[in-house]
């Protein structure tokens, strides 16, 4: 079992910047891979990046690639995401997600959720 807690969201205007953090607990064999995906109004849940604790090896979506950055703190349980340059577009609510094995873009792979953290880009 993997809890994860997101924190880190909150209200920015366009261009500015924001870092989430996800703090994972438990088996840590259940959580080699750690994802961040989120959900605007109306809209599907999508991916945004992924990491392999492990190694560092990062994978973007391309609608955030150059803007966001996904790192880990191995010590500290941690994931990040920082996001510069936002857009009205990026508001969502933003979730963490783990996973045990290969690196992926799709939400149904993912075995462990966080609550969510609301981010808004005011334009």
């Known amino acids: 079992q993997v809890q994860l807690v997101e924190s880190g969201g909150g209200l920015v205007q366009a261009g500015g910047s924001l870092r989430l953090s996800c703090a994972a607990s438990g088996s840590t064999f259940s959580s080699v891979v750690m994802g961040w995906f989120r959900q605007a109004p109306g809209k599907e849940r999508e991916f945004v990046a992924a990491i392999r604790r492990s190694v560092g090896t990062t994978y973007y979506a391309e609608s955030v690639k150059g803007r966001f950055t996904i790192s880990r703190d191995n010590a500290k349980n941690t994931v990040y995401l920082q996001m510069n340059s936002l857009k009205p577009e990026d508001t969502a609510v933003y979730y963490c997600?783990?996973?045990?094995?290969?690196?992926?873009?799709?939400?149904?792979?993912?075995?462990?959720w966080g609550q969510g953290t609301q981010v808004t880009v005011s334009s």
């Open positions: 997600a783990a996973r045990r094995l290969k690196m992926s873009s799709v939400t149904d792979d993912y075995d462990y």
